[in-house]
């Protein structure tokens, strides 16, 4: 396929805006679209080369996925390996368990699908992630893994109907695409299913009949530009992706791959500065998540984003190193064969395989830092917050002396850990609810009203994010709950963990974290919307200066694994000192 400046122009236009967003620059919140022009622009060259290959009968399937390997896999496996050995001097044991997953997963080009799977209420969040950006590979090359093949029997079967197979394929992807926007937005976001009509879309322009330089459209490509910078400007962060409103970005890159040949939109996108970084977009791409991700986990607090842009600067030198030395010595075969590729590739994909489950087995290494030894296992907070569901009942057991009825989701089930190992509670006195909204009482069921009626003490426990609520004041008036109502308020230790696992367990016990603005910010709405006299600061109990909270108790134990979630130690620690409150001794 002929090689065209202009596309490398056009990856520019993709990836910085990426970049951009992932660093927080305010106008650019609609970066991630540039993973969608990422897509098209895949769609286009590799249907092209394919098509061209089989209608001249040399397509090889062997050779195109050497081609693939050459292409994608050198420089991912670089930065892979930099990521582990990073990882293992500023990662928590259960951040670095977590990219042990993700090497596997990169490694087998299924990140996408490991990401569906694990993104949850427990999922470790997607900023500390170095491999996070990988889903994307995942969804080309799982592409990849069918198209060949696909193509082969359409050009076998109706050659002359292929621009109609592919827009078949991407008229149905499209559709599910659509319908899994509302009922399952993580594999809607990750996987290929709903991402293979952005490929195709791309596949589909190349196959019908292009214009030659004289009979591009200037307008039309400038047209399409401005579609895709509409969607950078003007998409807000975090907003659901892909949906209809994706067909913008794409029919805009649909349009500058078909008619971008001459005038003023050629012209900028062929200039030296877009196409120097076009070339070396793929490991732009691959290095800035990982540099991104190491500088959050190594900041006690949320970094500045002139931070973040120092280091899209480093990561375009790093970009421009590794295609030097990496990418283009290996896509060219006069220097390197395909022998030694396999020599290279084939060892480094089963050590890193090795590496990623050992990380997985092992539970992130946690012998990297002091351990205590009678410190619970990474990770089994979870299940330790999780097992208050067995609390969860219609009626209270016969024999409770004090019937504790607790209300509100897992910061709610924190609260009952941390009444029964502080012995503040029999666990049989107690009933959670996640499900039984005060606010909403004249909703109730006959059940769930007598659950109310019955209880000694009812405990609204609030988010630890600021979330809208009903006013606390009126709630506690209310004649059948006035006198047996408390609200407790919400909790964090700090916005980052990581760097607090290597602190020596001889100075643990001094040690704290700076509290986030997020759970300032939840305290004071819930401060003000709740009765002075009946509500529990927890932040008031833990911190002397009302900005930052220990994070280790006496023993050196981690009081909290993810920032919000108390451990069994933490239970304790911070239940003996929410269970001082005089509230509690004159509801009793």
């Not at 047209?223 to 209809?244: C, H, K």
């Not at 489950?357 to 990297?368: D, E, I, M, S, T």
């Not at 830092?369 to 209270?396: E, G, H, I, L, Q």
């Amino acid at each position: 396929m002929q090689y065209r400046r202009e596309i490398d122009g056009l990856r520019t236009v993709a990836v910085m805006p990426v970049l951009l967003s992932h660093a927080g620059a305010p106008l650019f919140q609609g970066g991630f679209v540039g993973v969608d022009i990422f897509f098209v622009i895949s769609g286009y060259l590799i249907t092209g080369i394919i098509l061209a290959d089989i209608e001249q009968k040399r397509f090889s399937i062997v050779r195109f996925y050497e081609r693939r390997s050459r292409r994608i896999l050198p420089a991912l496996f670089l930065v892979m390996f930099a990521c582990l050995a990073a990882g293992a001097f500023l990662m928590s044991a259960d951040a670095y368990q977590n990219l042990g997953q993700s090497v596997v997963a990169t490694t087998l080009f299924s990140n996408n699908i490991l990401l569906t799977f694990t993104s949850g209420y427990w999922d470790l969040e997607s900023q500390f992630k170095p491999l996070l950006h990988t889903w994307s590979l995942g969804v080309e090359e799982q592409y990849y893994f069918i198209v060949p093949i696909g193509l082969i029997l359409a050009h076998r079967v109706f050659p002359r109907h292929a621009p109609s197979a592919i827009a078949t394929v991407g008229v149905l992807s499209f559709a599910i695409c659509i319908w899994s926007a509302h009922y399952a937005p993580a594999a809607n976001f990750y996987l290929l299913h709903t991402r293979a009509w952005e490929l195709a879309a791309g596949g589909w322009a190349v196959t019908v009949r292009q214009p030659d330089r004289k009979g591009g459209s200037d307008a039309r490509a400038a047209s399409g530009l401005l579609m895709i910078a509409v969607a950078i400007f003007s998409f807000p962060q975090g907003m659901q992706s892909p949906t209809a409103l994706t067909l913008l970005p794409v029919v805009g890159t649909v349009l500058v791959l078909m008619y971008c040949r001459s005038g003023l939109t050629h012209s900028v996108l062929t200039s030296r500065p877009l196409v120097g970084i076009g070339l070396i977009s793929y490991s732009t791409y691959l290095w800035h998540q990982p540099l991104f991700a190491f500088l959050r986990v190594a900041s006690s607090t949320p970094p500045p984003v002139w931070q973040f842009g120092l280091l899209i600067l480093l990561s375009l030198a790093l970009a421009w190193l590794s295609w030097r030395f990496v990418e283009e010595p290996f896509r060219n075969r006069a220097k390197i064969s395909t022998r030694i590729v396999l020599l290279v590739l084939a060892p480094s994909a089963a050590v890193l395989v090795t590496l990623g489950a050992v990380l997985h087995l092992r539970g992130g290494l946690p012998g990297r830092f002091d351990v205590p030894p009678d410190a619970d296992a990474p990770n089994s907070y979870k299940a330790f917050n999780m097992r208050v569901f067995d609390r969860k009942a219609d009626s209270f057991a016969p024999d409770a002396a004090r019937r504790l009825l607790v209300l509100g989701n897992s910061t709610a089930r924190d609260f009952v850990n941390m009444a029964v190992e502080a012995d503040a509670f029999p666990e049989r006195d107690i009933v959670y609810r996640d499900d039984l909204n005060l606010c909403e009482r004249a909703g109730l069921n006959e059940k769930m009203r007598g659950l109310v009626a019955s209880a000694t003490l009812i405990v609204l426990v609030y988010d630890h994010r600021p979330v809208p609520t009903c006013d606390g004041r009126k709630l506690a008036q209310a004649p059948e709950l006035r006198g047996r109502l408390v609200f407790v308020g919400p909790k964090d230790f700090g916005a980052n963990l990581n760097p607090v696992a290597r602190i020596p367990l001889s100075l643990r016990q001094s040690a704290s974290v700076q509290l986030s603005k997020e759970a300032l910010e939840a305290n004071k709405l819930y401060r003000s919307i709740s009765p002075n006299d009946l509500y529990v600061d927890i932040i008031m109990h833990l911190s002397p200066d009302g900005l930052h909270v220990p994070i280790y108790d006496e023993g050196g134990r981690i009081l909290s694994e993810d920032r919000v979630h108390v451990t069994r130690a933490g239970a304790r620690f911070v239940g003996k000192r929410v269970f001082t409150d005089p509230i509690w001794k004159r509801l009793h």
